[in-house]
């Protein structure tokens, strides 16, 4: 019983209830570029092959941001998911959910250690009347048990399930702005650069990171005033 009771009371909330707390939306970007990159390079280099080397010499001369006529830029994807409004908005939001599943658990842990150290407490000075009344008791608090694992298992998968969607809904906004930015400017591949990235190297001349997150601030704004 002692054993049992101690199982109980070792409960931890701290368990793992936020194994997938940190959010890896930078990953989720590092794939869809790493795709691109490899896009790009067979690009590159099947057209390097079918060209005339003094045309090769000639398109070198006047290298801009452009290979064979592929225009590139990138973003910094640290950046835009640190100070991208949306992205802290929903942030918060998940935290704020978090908050209050963790704070439901504890408080029912508490109820059933309460509950374990009062049922301890009567088998140690016999005050149930029957063993059948302590071993309904016993039943009971196991069941109270099994419910406490369950709904840590719940809370952990609703935060996974809430994480992604929060993923989904970032990613589809910046990808479908970067749409609307590159009309203007006809861009063949707006990649990312970011710790961990592909992209082990990008001349600061294509880097259109500012110009990208001040213009989806700014959108961002201007929706939330609508």
Same mark, same amino acid.
């Given at each position: 019983m #002692?054993?049992?009771? @101690?199982?109980?009371?070792?409960?931890?909330?701290?368990?793992?209830? %936020?194994? *997938? &707390?940190? /959010?890896?939306?930078?990953?989720?970007?590092?794939?869809?570029?790493?795709?691109?990159l490899i896009?790009l390079?067979?690009?590159y280099?099947?057209?390097k092959?079918?060209?005339?080397?003094?045309?090769?010499?000639?398109?070198?001369?006047?290298?801009?941001?452009?290979?064979?006529?592929?225009?590139?830029?990138?973003i910094?994807?640290?950046?835009?998911?640190?100070?991208y #409004?949306?992205?802290? @908005?929903?942030?918060?939001?998940?935290?704020?959910?978090?908050?209050? %599943?963790? *704070? &439901?658990f /504890?408080?029912?842990?508490?109820k059933?250690?309460?509950?374990?150290?009062?049922?301890?407490?009567?088998?140690?000075?016999?005050?149930?009347?029957t063993?059948?009344?302590?071993?309904?008791?016993?039943?009971?608090?196991?069941?109270?048990?099994?419910?406490?694992?369950?709904?840590?298992?719940?809370f952990?998968?609703?935060?996974?399930?809430?994480?992604?969607?929060?993923?989904?809904?970032?990613?589809?906004?910046i990808?479908?702005?970067?749409?609307?930015?590159?009309?203007?400017? *006809?861009?063949?591949?707006?990649?990312g650069?970011?710790?961990?990235?592909?992209?082990?190297?990008?001349?600061?001349?294509?880097?259109?990171?500012?110009?990208i997150?001040?213009?989806?601030?700014?959108?961002?704004?201007?929706s939330?005033?609508?």
């Amino acid at each position: 019983m #002692e054993e049992k009771e @101690k199982k109980i009371i070792d409960n931890n909330v701290s368990d793992n209830l %936020m194994k *997938n &707390k940190k /959010l890896n939306i930078v990953l989720l970007f590092n794939l869809i570029l790493f795709i691109g990159l490899i896009i790009l390079y067979v690009l590159y280099f099947y057209g390097k092959r079918e060209t005339n080397p003094k045309e090769l010499i000639k398109i070198n001369k006047n290298l801009n941001y452009s290979t064979n006529s592929i225009s590139i830029a990138f973003i910094n994807a640290d950046t835009i998911m640190s100070n991208y #409004e949306l992205v802290n @908005k929903l942030q918060k939001n998940l935290e704020s959910q978090k908050d209050k %599943m963790e *704070n &439901k658990f /504890l408080e029912e842990q508490k109820k059933l250690k309460k509950d374990a150290a009062k049922f301890q407490e009567k088998v140690q000075y016999g005050s149930f009347l029957t063993q059948e009344d302590a071993k309904k008791e016993q039943q009971r608090l196991l069941q109270k048990q099994q419910e406490l694992y369950n709904l840590k298992e719940n809370f952990t998968q609703q935060l996974m399930d809430k994480e992604t969607q929060m993923n989904l809904i970032i990613q589809d906004s910046i990808i479908n702005f970067l749409k609307r930015y590159n009309k203007n400017y *006809n861009y063949s591949y707006i990649l990312g650069s970011s710790r961990g990235s592909g992209i082990l190297y990008a001349n600061k001349n294509f880097d259109i990171t500012q110009e990208i997150l001040t213009g989806i601030n700014k959108e961002y704004k201007d929706s939330q005033q609508k």
